[in-house]
């Protein structure tokens, strides 16, 4: 095996009130069955519209080429400015998906923007009475978040539908979802004619080991939820974080706010993993690494940068709220326990 294929290697309801888990417990969070061929899948467009209907066929026929069967929400292909439908239609189309008992696990079909605007909307007591899990990302962090403040199921921070799902993608899903895998994640080895590699690299922050919850995502949407009710409790967890098109001082400034609004605190460890056209081309600001060593350097905790997630053709697929491992002399993740039952 190459690549990232070497990665897969091998319930009592919380109530509304409070954390909606402890981060350093293991199998607090409730889990959502493994996959099997045959399977029903629900497609939501939680925030933006997909821009070209032809998409669709296209996510459908990638559902089916995992041996799954694609089910539409009903608002699917409803429009509301850059939205995919008005807020309450793309909540139902939420709430819709995890009620229906023929459907095993939801996939966005893709980000943009406006996820949070239909988190009042959502029926929270539904999402978590039907444990299934979510798989998206980017924009797709505030129901990640959501959904776990509100006491709902383990979910898949991976591809969404209409990702490219090259080979590694879909082997990383398919060992976390069908498989129930316990993998250890580490970057793919550069094939580069150098005596050192100098791709892929990941990036000591701060070295050691240490234990926690996975939560995070996004930087930019996960930043935009703080001091709201869709935020979990961060305590004991290993937080990590993506992003793209970001400059320096913006990710200074995201950072700033989750530090002063006590996110950071309380952390097992953190890992960054890519963040896509990120750098500022005449540097004259602080360099990325420069600012992740300010925010997570004094935390006194595990932290390295340049793990295989993000806003990248090929990506883990990593379980928001199981148990895992971080390593960061080594630039490694290891769940500890399955995503799903």
């Known amino acids: 095996m190459t690549g990232l294929a070497a990665l897969m290697a091998s319930p009592a309801l919380p109530a509304l009130s409070g954390p909606a888990f402890a981060a350093g417990v293991p ?10 061929p045959g399977d029903t899948i629900g497609l ?3 925030a933006s519209a997909s821009d070209d209907p032809f998409d669709l066929v296209l996510v459908e ?4 080429a995992m041996g799954l069967v694609p089910k539409r929400a009903p608002n699917l292909l409803k429009r509301y400015g850059y939205l ?11 709430t819709t998906m995890f009620a229906d008992k023929d459907v095993k696990a939801i996939f966005a079909v893709r980000g943009g923007w406006g996820a949070a605007r239909a988190l009042p909307f959502v029926d929270w007591n539904v999402v978590r009475a039907n444990p299934k899990f979510l798989i ?6 505030a129901l990640h978040m959501a959904i776990a403040a509100k006491g709902g199921a ?14 590694a993608s879909v082997e990383s899903f398919r060992g976390i979802a069908f498989d129930g895998a316990t993998p250890l994640y580490e970057n793919p080895k550069a094939t580069e004619d150098r005596l050192v590699q100098r791709r892929w690299r990941t990036i000591r922050i701060r070295g050691g ?7 995070g995502g996004n930087l930019t949407v996960l930043t935009a939820l703080a001091g709201t009710p869709w935020l979990p409790d961060f305590t004991g967890a290993i937080l990590f974080l993506e992003d793209i098109d970001e400059a320096e001082y913006r990710i200074d400034r995201m950072l700033t706010q989750l530090g002063q609004a006590g996110v950071l605190k309380g952390l097992a460890g953190v890992v960054f993993g890519q963040c896509t056209n990120c750098s500022n081309p005449d540097g004259s600001s602080f360099t990325l690494n420069a600012i992740l060593r300010q925010h997570f350097e004094p935390l006194g905790i595990p932290a390295f940068e340049g793990a295989w997630f993000g806003h990248i053709s090929d990506q883990f697929t990593i379980p928001q709220g199981v148990l895992a491992e971080i390593d960061a002399d080594a630039g490694t993740l290891r769940l500890l326990e399955a995503a799903v039952v």
């Open 44 to 46: 939501i467009e939680p």
């Open 154 to 167: 383990v979910t898949l921070h991976g591809p969404n539908a209409s990702s490219a799902w090259g080979k």
């Open 209 to 215: 080991k240490a234990q926690g919850q996975l939560l």
């Open 61 to 64: 026929e990638a559902i089916r």
């Open 27 to 36: 199998g607090k969070r409730p889990k959502g069955s493994r996959l099997r």
């Open 84 to 94: 995919a439908g008005q807020d309450k239609e793309r909540a139902s189309d939420i």
């Open 136 to 141: 998206g990302y980017s924009d797709i962090t």
